[in-house]
């Protein structure tokens, strides 16, 4: 949550900055969230808020969070959720750009299991932070001066086998 809060915080800062700075845009996403950790692997919703920037007229760079996953199942409670930086790769069209993504995430989890040892049966917590590579593709499609509806697939990849796939659907705000 802490890092929810940061987030937001750095998105406001860059909003009362937006006017000096070129095609600075918001994005918030929902997703459909397929992902494997250490010892879970389950499909879940999740979403996303990043701030972008372009930084040449073929190139963004995009920072973010992402609630991976957030469940409660068997007993088990299960946490994920990562900041990421990304370099987007755009060709403009009269319908909107195509993209890619690539890019780097901290991605935190924190998992609860059942353990057993000699026949106990306790409740063992995991928290790591894992280092994870972003590869994605999308398109964000133009429906107003300022506003795009973003469609895009992601895929992430780390340490400990950790790994999702995300299918993306959002609202892209162009500032200026």
């Known amino acids: ?15 009362s900055q937006a006017n000096a700075a070129p095609k600075t845009y918001g994005l918030a996403t929902v997703a459909y969230n397929d992902f494997e950790a250490s010892t879970t692997s389950d499909s879940e919703f999740a979403y ?10 073929q190139w963004y ?18 946490k994920g959720d990562a900041l990421y930086l990304a370099l987007l790769g755009k060709a403009s069209g009269g319908t909107g750009e195509l993209f890619y993504k690539l890019g780097i995430a901290k991605v935190d989890v924190d998992l609860s299991s059942e ?6 049966v ?6 790591e ?6 590869a994605g593709l999308g398109f964000d499609y133009y ?3 300022s506003s795009m509806i973003r ?16 299918v993306n659907v959002g609202f892209r705000y162009n500032f200026n």
Not at 122 to 127: L, V
């Open 1 to 15: 949550m802490n890092r929810f809060l940061w987030m937001l915080g750095a998105m406001a800062l860059g909003v």
């Open 48 to 57: 996303s808020l990043a701030f972008g920037k372009q930084i040449h007229r």
């Open 61 to 78: 760079a995009e920072a973010g969070y992402i609630s991976l996953f957030d469940y409660e199942k068997n007993e088990n409670d299960n």
């Open 115 to 120: 353990c057993s040892d000699a026949g106990v």
């Open 122 to 127: 306790t409740q063992c917590r995991a928290s």
């Open 129 to 134: 932070s894992i280092a994870a590579g972003i």
């Open 143 to 145: 429906v107003g001066l």
């Open 151 to 166: 469609l895009e697939y992601v895929h992430m990849t780390g340490e400990d086998s950790f790994s999702t796939n995300m």
